[in-house]
T-cell receptor, first 114, second 114 residues
Framework: GENVEQHPSTLSVQEGDSAVIKCTYS??????FPWYKQELGKRPQLIID?????GEKKDQRIAVTLNKTAKHFSLHITETQPEDSAVYFC?????????????FGTGTRLTIIP | DTGVSQNPRHKITKRGQNVTFRCDPI?????LYWYRQTLGQGPEFLTY????????KSRLLSDRFSAERPKGSFSTLEIQRTEQGDSAMYLC????????????FGSGTRLTVV
C-alpha cells in the first residue's frame, strides 16, 4: 500500500518568513495529494490539494508543488502569520472514481514566532 | 446543514466495555469514512462506505470493531471489549462522489479506555 513520509516533524519560522513542508510517497500510481491543517483540538481542514496532472497550484499565500518523477510534493506558505501556527498533514491516494482512501503523513507542527 | 457531526465528543470507558460512536455526514455526501488518530500521528484509515455499502476495511480494524451505515446516511462505529490501545481520536469524514476529492472531517470522538 501507499506510504507517505513527511518532514520536518516540527518547524519554527519568524512571522513574515516562508515555511516549506515536504512529503514523499511510495506508490507511483498515486494521483491526488491534499494538505490538511489541524489546529489544537480541532478537526483537520483541507487547505489545498493537487492532482498529478499539474506540477504546481497556488492559493493566495499557500502553494503546493509536485514532482512525480521523484515522488515528492511540498507545501509552501509565504508571508507567514501567527494564525498559520498548527499541525499540517500531507496525504496521498489513488483517485480513480473508486477508492478514495487517504494515506496521511505523520504531520508537521508549524510554529510562527511573532 | 452545519457539517459533519460526531457524538459523543468524549468517551471514557473501562477496559472490556463496549462503546458506540455516531457520525452524521453532510446530507448530500454519499461517501463516509472512519479514521483513527493517536497523539502526534496522522489519521489512519479504518473503513469507508459508499451509500450503505462498506467498500473497504483496514487491517487495523480487528474483529472487535464494526461499522454500519444502514440507510446510507448516518454511520456507527462500535468497539467491543475495549482495550487501552483503543484510546484515540476517532474521526469521521464525508465527501460527495468522485468529483469532490476534499473530505470534510467531523470534530471527532475522543475515546479514553481506563
Amino acid at each position: 500500500g501507499e506510504n507517505v513520509e513527511q518532514h520536518p516533524s516540527t518547524l519554527s519560522v519568524q512571522e513574515g518568513d516562508s515555511a516549506v513542508i515536504k512529503c514523499t510517497y511510495s506508490d507511483s500510481a498515486s494521483n491526488y495529494f491534499p494538505w490538511y491543517k489541524q489546529e489544537l483540538g480541532k478537526r483537520p481542514q483541507l487547505i489545498i490539494d493537487i492532482r498529478s496532472n499539474v506540477g504546481e497550484k497556488k492559493d493566495q499565500r499557500i502553494a503546493v508543488t509536485l514532482n512525480k518523477t521523484a515522488k515528492h510534493f511540498s507545501l509552501h506558505i509565504t508571508e507567514t502569520q501567527p494564525e498559520d501556527s498548527a499541525v499540517y498533514f500531507c496525504a496521498g491516494t489513488i483517485s480513480n472514481f473508486g477508492n478514495e482512501k487517504l494515506t496521511f503523513g505523520t504531520g508537521t507542527r508549524l510554529t510562527i514566532i511573532p | 446543514d452545519t457539517g459533519v457531526s460526531q457524538n459523543p465528543r468524549h468517551k471514557i470507558t473501562k477496559r472490556g466495555q463496549n462503546v458506540t460512536f455516531r457520525c452524521d455526514p453532510i446530507s448530500e455526501h454519499n461517501r463516509l469514512y472512519w479514521y483513527r488518530q493517536t497523539l502526534g500521528q496522522g489519521p489512519e484509515f479504518l473503513t469507508y462506505f459508499q451509500n450503505e455499502a462498506q467498500l473497504e476495511k483496514s487491517r487495523l480494524l480487528s474483529d472487535r470493531f464494526s461499522a454500519e451505515r444502514p440507510k446510507g446516511s448516518f454511520s456507527t462505529l462500535e468497539i467491543q471489549r475495549t482495550e487501552q490501545g483503543d484510546s484515540a481520536m476517532y474521526l469521521c469524514a464525508s465527501s460527495f462522489d468522485a468529483n469532490n476529492y476534499g473530505y470534510t472531517f467531523g470534530s471527532g470522538t475522543r475515546l479514553t479506555v481506563v
